[in-house]
């Protein structure tokens, strides 16, 4: 079956509705011989009788009614496309997929997009977010799987766009009792002697401690193997063990639990997370204007 031209199904709608091919002819402004001319090549394109012609006008067969419906959807498709595109043009509507880790997730962030949404400018743009591991975000990107990625700027980012957003510090986190909770800062070295939570292996947290312990001709001792800070902090608050986790995610916790948060004095310390993406030009406007409200609360930070 040869394409079906949108402009033939709009007028086969059209007749099919107001039973006539001379007052679809008026209302267009097109010769009603015209008109007739379409219909019958949609018929030879669909090869089968679509209207019956009456001495009263004309009514669908029944593959008319079939076709009729179908025309129907995608009209109102196209119709939905025109209306999202013209949006899209001007910024206003679109949907935002993002990937980010989960150091990402567990501070800021929420925030920061839900202060984005609340912005009646952005009252018709969708933001999605979904948690991966730093190696992931970027494949992510690069592959197109989502238009904008947040992960640590340590990770491999080659071959895309960056800007900054905001920083953390990672810290230690021992209950109360523990010989760790009585320092107000301390070094790695001095605390790979006790046991971990630990997080898994690809995450960035992870891979920074181990890359860290090496240097130290060590390795971490693992007690415990979680898959978030939040099981990470419960597991610390039972004194089951220590744990590194950024600061900014533990200081609430501790508010209300019996725990220390104790802040790393290494200069690895600190992170700056990167929000990557393709291209700049390849953004849609939705995506842009997300990027530039993110890489603004990161200048101010």
Not at 192 to 214: G, K
Not at 244 to 264: D, H, K, N
Request: aromatic share 4%.
């Amino acid at each position: 079956m040869r394409d079906l031209d949108l402009q033939t199904l709009r007028l086969f709608a059209a007749v099919c509705e107001q039973r006539s091919v001379a007052r679809v002819a008026e209302q267009e402004s097109i010769v009603g011989s015209a008109i007739s001319k379409r219909l019958a090549q949609l018929e030879d394109t669909v090869g089968t009788a679509l209207l019956l012609r009456k001495r009263r006008g004309v009514v669908p067969t029944p593959a008319g009614e079939t076709l009729l419906e179908h025309a129907r959807t995608m009209l109102a498709s196209v119709g939905q496309i025109e209306r999202d595109m013209a949006a899209y043009a001007t910024g206003t509507r679109g949907h935002v997929r993002m990937l980010v880790t989960a150091s990402v997730m567990a501070e800021s962030l929420a925030d920061d997009v839900a202060a984005f949404l609340q912005d009646p400018a952005h009252r018709d743009i969708q933001v999605s977010l979904e948690e991966r591991v730093s190696p992931d975000v970027v494949q992510g990107i690069r592959d197109g799987s989502a238009s904008i990625g947040i992960c640590w700027d340590a990770a491999d980012l080659t071959g895309l766009e960056t800007c900054g957003y905001r920083t953390d510090h990672l810290a230690v986190v021992a209950h109360a009792l523990h010989p760790v909770a009585q320092h107000q800062s301390v070094r790695f070295a001095d605390v790979l002697d006790h046991e971990f939570v630990s997080m898994p292996a690809l995450s960035a947290v992870q891979v920074l401690l181990a890359r860290a312990a090496a240097v130290e001709g060590k390795m971490l001792a693992h007690r415990v193997l979680v898959s978030n800070f939040d099981a990470a902090l419960r597991v610390v608050r039972a004194n089951l063990a220590i744990s590194v986790v950024p600061r900014e995610v533990a200081l609430p916790f501790a508010q209300t639990a019996p725990i220390r948060v104790v802040p790393l004095s290494d200069p690895w310390a600190r992170r700056r997370f990167a929000i990557c993406y393709r291209s700049a030009q390849t953004l849609a406007p939705a995506a842009q204007l997300l990027v530039s409200h993110l890489a603004g609360l990161g200048r101010q930070e």
